[in-house]
C-alpha cells in the first residue's frame, strides 16, 4: 500500500471513529480553547491598541512633530527653523499649585498653556463649547481657564468660580472633556489645569531654572512621508547638535504607552502559554485515556494486519482533528477580545483600539496550540503504537514506560521549538528565557515532587485506619494519580502564589513600608534667592521636621563614551536612563541613602574636569566603568563629565535621590531651582495640611507634592493593573482545575475496578470516601507545599532583584494557597469519586 493511500484509509478511518462525538475530549478541547484565545486574544488586543496609536498619531502627538525642551524656550533661530517646516503651536507644561483665591484650600494640577493655533489636530471638547478666546482670554485682568472634573472636585468648586495660579486670577469657565494630545505629554499625577499662554506668563511661575517643558507641535504640508520625518530629525539634530531636545514623530505619538502595553502584553502572552502547557497536560491525559477505551479497536486493527505506523497516523489524525476545532474555537474567542476590550479598557486607557481581526496574532496562538498538542500527545501516541496485540486483549490499559526513542525525540524536539518560539516572539528575550527556564524546571521539579510523595507513602509506617492505609496505597501503587495530579495542579498555583505575593508585596510597600520611610512632601521649583526664607518657614510651622534641599537641573543624555545614545545597543534594564530628560544635581559631599561601591569622592573645593557619579545598578546595566565619560545636555549645553564613582543608591527610601551626581564645578553659573523634601514623624493630616497651606501662600511659584496623595495615584494603576494579572493568573488555575479533572477521569477505569472489588470484600461506601478524600488531601497538601516554596523563590527574585525592593514572605497567601489546593483536590476528586461508586459491580465483575 503507497503511503498517499495508507493516510487516506487511515484519515477514513479517524472520521468513523469520531462519528461517535467529543466523548471524554471536553477537557481536552477546553484546555487548548483557553491557552490559544488567551494568547491570540492578548496580543490581539495589544496589536488593536497599538495600530489605533499608529492610526491616530498626528491627534494624539497634537501635530506631525513635537520638538520638547526643558526648562528653557527655544532660541530665535531654533524658532526661526521651526517655523520654516509648518504651521506651528507652541505649548507649555509644568506642575503647580492652584489654589483658592482666600488661601483656604490647594490642590496640585497639571498645568498645561496653549497658543492661538491649538491644536492642530483633533479638537479641544469642554462643557461648556467655548471659542478659545471665550476659553482662555483676559477680562478684567482675569484669564480664562479650563480644568478636570477632579480638580473642581477637590477644592469644591464649579464652573465659573475663581482660583490663583502663581500670581494671577483665573476663572474657570470650563471643563474638560477630551484633551486631543494629552497621551502625548505623559502620566500626569494630578489633575489638568489649561490656560494660555499669556496667562501662564502672568502667573509669574515661569522663572530661571524652572521645571517647565517647552513643546513645539508642527504640522507639515499633507503627503509628506515618514522618510521625510526621518530626515527632519537628523537635520534637526546636525543643525543644532547642542539644542538638546527630544522628538518625536506621529509615528511614535506614545512612545511610554506603546512600550507598556508591549511590556504587559508580553507577561500575559506568556502567562497565556502556561495555561496552554498546563493544558498540555490534560492533553496527554485525554489522549492516554481515551487510546485506553479503544483498547479493543487497536488490537483489532493489529490482529487483522494493521502496521503500528497505520494505528498511530489513524489516532493522530483524531488527535489533531480534535485540537483543530478547540484551535478554532480559542481563535474566534481571541478574534473577539479586541472588539470586548475596546469597551472596557475606554476608562483606562485613553485611545481608542481598533477593531477588527489580527491575523499574526492568531497565527501565533495557533501555532502554540498545535505545537503542545503535538508535544504532549505523541508520547502515550507512541506507546500505544507499540503495544502488541496479545499485550491488548491480555491488559487493561497500555501500561506506563517511554515508548520508543524516535517518539521521545520528537516530543522533546517540539518542546524545545515551543521554548525557542516563546523566545523569538518575546521583545525582552531575556525575561522570555528566565520563562522557559523556570516552566523546563518546574516540570522536572513537580515530577521529582510526585515521586517524592509516592516514595514517602509507600515507606510510611502502617496505621491502623483503614481510610488511610487505603489512601497512601492508592497515592503509590501503580498507575497513581499522584504525578498526574502533581503536576497539573502544581504549575497553575505556583503562578497564583508568584503573582499574588509580587502584588503582596508591591502594596506593602507603597502602603505600609514605605510612608513610615519616605518623606511628607516633595517641594520643587524653589528659586534660589528663596531657599533660606523657605527654609525658615518651614523651621516655623514644622519645627521638628527634617529638611533636605539640594539643587536641581534637568538634561538628556547625549551619548556614552563619546557614542551619541541612538547608536548604541542599549540592555532594556538600563534603557530608560537614556530615555527623555533626567533630573541631575550637583554635590560637594556624598548624598544621604547613598553609598560609595567603586571610585572616590571628589574634594568639596574641587575645580578640575567635570566628573560624575553614578548610580551602580544602573551604570552596571548599561556597562559603564570607571573612567568613562557622560555627555548631557543641559539648558541647551554640552556637557561631558567622567565617571568618578559609583554608588548604591536605596530607591525605595523615597528620599532625594539621583542616576547621576555631578561635581559643584560643571554647572557653574548655569540657572537651576532647587528641591527639598520634608519629613515630620507622626504628624497627621492636620499638620500636613497646614504645611502646604503656609508654603502655598508664602510661595505660590513652589510646586508641593504630598507623597500620600500621589502612593494613592500610584495604588490605583496597580490596583488596575493587579485585576488583569488576577484573571490571567485566574486563566492558569482553572486551566489547572481542568486537567487535575482530566487526570481523574483519565483514572476512572481503574478506580471503578479498585472500587468494586473492596465494595465485594465487605469495603462501605462511606469507608471509599473516606480513603479518596485523604488521598486528594495529602496529594493537594504536597502540591500547595511546593508551590509555596516555588512561588515564594520566584517572587522574591522578582521583587528582591529585579524590583530591587525589600521582600516580605505574606503568610495569608499561605494560607490561601492551601485552601485552594485542597478544596480543589478534594472537592474535584470527590465529584469524580461519588460516580465511580455509583457503578453496579456485576458487569464489572464479569469482564475480570
Known amino acids: 500500500m503507497t503511503t498517499a493511500k495508507a493516510l487516506r484509509l487511515a484519515f477514513r478511518f479517524s472520521l468513523r471513529e469520531m462519528r461517535g462525538g467529543l466523548r471524554g475530549f471536553l477537557i481536552f478541547l477546553t484546555c487548548i480553547t483557553l491557552g490559544v484565545a488567551a494568547i491570540g486574544g492578548v496580543n490581539s488586543v495589544a496589536r488593536s491598541i497599538t495600530a489605533g496609536v499608529a492610526s491616530q498619531g498626528q491627534v494624539l502627538l497634537g501635530g506631525d512633530l513635537r520638538f520638547q525642551l526643558n526648562q ?64 482662555f482670554g483676559e477680562t478684567g485682568g482675569v484669564y480664562g481657564a479650563a480644568a478636570a472634573d477632579l480638580l473642581l472636585e477637590r477644592l469644591g468648586l464649579k464652573v465659573g468660580d475663581r482660583v490663583m495660579l502663581g500670581n494671577a486670577v483665573f476663572e474657570l469657565r470650563a471643563t474638560i472633556v477630551n484633551e486631543p494630545d494629552a497621551i502625548s505629554e505623559g502620566f500626569g499625577f494630578a489633575p489638568r489645569l489649561m490656560v494660555s499662554l499669556e496667562g501662564l506668563r502672568a502667573s509669574g511661575l515661569i522663572q530661571p531654572g524652572s521645571l517647565v517643558e517647552h513643546a513645539y507641535k508642527i504640522r507639515l504640508p499633507d503627503g509628506v512621508s515618514e522618510a521625510r520625518l526621518a530626515d527632519i530629525r537628523t537635520e534637526a539634530g546636525e543643525k543644532f547638535p547642542q539644542a538638546g531636545w527630544s522628538i518625536r514623530t506621529r509615528s511614535n505619538a506614545a512612545p511610554a504607552l506603546s512600550a507598556n502595553i508591549e511590556r504587559f502584553s508580553q507577561f500575559l502572552t506568556l502567562v497565556g502559554l502556561t495555561a496552554l502547557v ?83 496574532a492568531l497565527a501565533m496562538g495557533a501555532l502554540f496550540g498545535f505545537l503542545v498538542t503535538l508535544a504532549f500527545a505523541l508520547l502515550p501516541l507512541g506507546r500505544a503504537r507499540n503495544v502488541p ?172 563614551n563619546g557614542v551619541e545614545v541612538q547608536k548604541l545597543d542599549v540592555p532594556p534594564a538600563g534603557a530608560w536612563v537614556l530615555r527623555g530628560d533626567r533630573g541631575l544635581t550637583y554635590a560637594k559631599n556624598l548624598p544621604e541613602n547613598s553609598t560609595l561601591s567603586a571610585g572616590e569622592w571628589w574634594p568639596p573645593d574641587y575645580q578640575g574636569e567635570p566628573l560624575v557619579s553614578f548610580s551602580a545598578q544602573e551604570g552596571g546595566e548599561l556597562g559603564l566603568k570607571l573612567g568613562d565619560t557622560v555627555t548631557v545636555n543641559v539648558l541647551g549645553r554640552n556637557v561631558t563629565a567622567k565617571i568618578a564613582s559609583f554608588r548604591e543608591v536605596k530607591w525605595e527610601s523615597m528620599g532625594i535621590n539621583f542616576v547621576m551626581v555631578f561635581s559643584p564645578n560643571t554647572f557653574a553659573g548655569a540657572p537651576h531651582s532647587w528641591l527639598a523634601t520634608l519629613l515630620t514623624p507622626g504628624t497627621g493630616t492636620a499638620d500636613d495640611a497646614r504645611v502646604l497651606n503656609a508654603v502655598t501662600r508664602a510661595f505660590p511659584a513652589v510646586t508641593s507634592v504630598r507623597v500620600k496623595d500621589a502612593l494613592e495615584v500610584i495604588n490605583h494603576l496597580i490596583d488596575q493593573l493587579g485585576t488583569a494579572i488576577r484573571v490571567a493568573a485566574g486563566v492558569a488555575l482553572v486551566a489547572s482545575v481542568l486537567v487535575l479533572a482530566g487526570a481523574l477521569a483519565a483514572g476512572n477505569r481503574a478506580r471503578i475496578h479498585d472500587a468494586v472489588v473492596l465494595k465485594t470484600l465487605g469495603a462501605t461506601r462511606r469507608t471509599l470516601i473516606a480513603a479518596f478524600s485523604l488521598e486528594y488531601m495529602l496529594i493537594g497538601l504536597a502540591t500547595a507545599v511546593f508551590a509555596l516554596a516555588a512561588g515564594g523563590v520566584a517572587a522574591w527574585f522578582v521583587v528582591a532583584r529585579v524590583m530591587k525592593l525589600p521582600w516580605l514572605f505574606l503568610p495569608e497567601v499561605a494560607v490561601v494557597t492551601l485552601l485552594i489546593a485542597l478544596v480543589v483536590t478534594v472537592g474535584v476528586g470527590l465529584v469524580g469519586t461519588w460516580r465511580v461508586l455509583g457503578h453496579k459491580a456485576a458487569p464489572v465483575l464479569r469482564e475480570l
Open 72 to 135: 528653557r524656550e527655544a532660541t530665535a533661530d531654533e524658532a526661526a527653523y521651526l517655523e520654516s517646516l509648518g504651521a506651528l503651536s507652541r505649548s507649555a507644561n509644568m506642575r503647580s499649585m492652584v489654589r483658592l483665591p482666600d488661601g483656604a484650600d490647594q490642590s496640585l494640577a497639571e498645568v498645561k498653556a496653549v497658543d492661538a493655533a491649538y491644536p492642530l489636530f483633533g479638537a479641544l471638547e469642554t462643557a461648556p463649547a467655548l471659542s478659545r478666546e471665550d476659553l
Open 278 to 360: 498546563v493544558g498540555g497536560v490534560g492533553v496527554a491525559n485525554a489522549v492516554r485515556a481515551y487510546l485506553d477505551s479503544k483498547r479493543a479497536v487497536i488490537a483489532t486493527f493489529k490482529s487483522l494486519g494493521a502496521s503500528g505506523g497505520f494505528v498511530f497516523t489513524v489516532y493522530l489524525v483524531q488527535i489533531l482533528l480534535i485540537a483543530a476545532i478547540g484551535v478554532a474555537i480559542g481563535l474566534v474567542l481571541g478574534a473577539l477580545m479586541p472588539f470586548a476590550a475596546a469597551a472596557a479598557l475606554a476608562s483606562v486607557i485613553p485611545v481608542p483600539a481598533e477593531g477588527g481581526v489580527y491575523p499574526g
Open 389 to 560: 496485540a496479545t499485550a491488548l486483549f491480555r491488559e487493561m490499559g497500555f501500561g506506563g514506560g517511554l515508548p520508543k526513542l524516535g517518539y521521545v525525540a520528537a516530543a522533546g524536539g517540539l518542546a524545545v521549538l515551543l521554548a525557542a518560539l516563546a523566545v523569538w516572539f518575546s521583545s525582552d528575550r531575556r525575561l522570555a528565557l528566565i520563562f522557559v527556564g523556570a516552566a523546563v524546571f518546574s516540570f522536572i521539579v513537580l515530577r521529582v515532587v510526585g515521586l517524592g510523595v509516592q516514595w514517602l507513602a509507600r515507606r510510611s509506617p502502617r496505621v491502623r485506619s483503614t481510610a488511610l492505609r487505603l489512601a497512601l496505597g492508592n497515592i503509590h501503587r501503580p498507575g497513581a494519580l499522584t504525578p498526574s495530579v502533581v503536576l497539573s495542579l502544581g504549575l497553575g498555583l505556583t503562578l497564583l502564589v508568584t503573582l499574588a505575593l509580587i502584588d503582596g508585596n508591591l502594596r506593602r510597600q507603597i502602603s505600609g513600608s514605605l510612608p513610615k520611610d519616605a518623606p511628607n512632601f516633595f517641594f520643587v521649583d524653589i528659586q534660589p534667592t528663596e531657599v533660606d526664607a523657605f527654609a525658615d518657614l518651614i523651621a516655623r510651622e514644622a519645627p521638628g521636621g527634617k529638611l533636605v534641599r539640594v539643587p536641581m537641573l534637568r538634561g538628556r543624555v547625549m551619548a556614552l
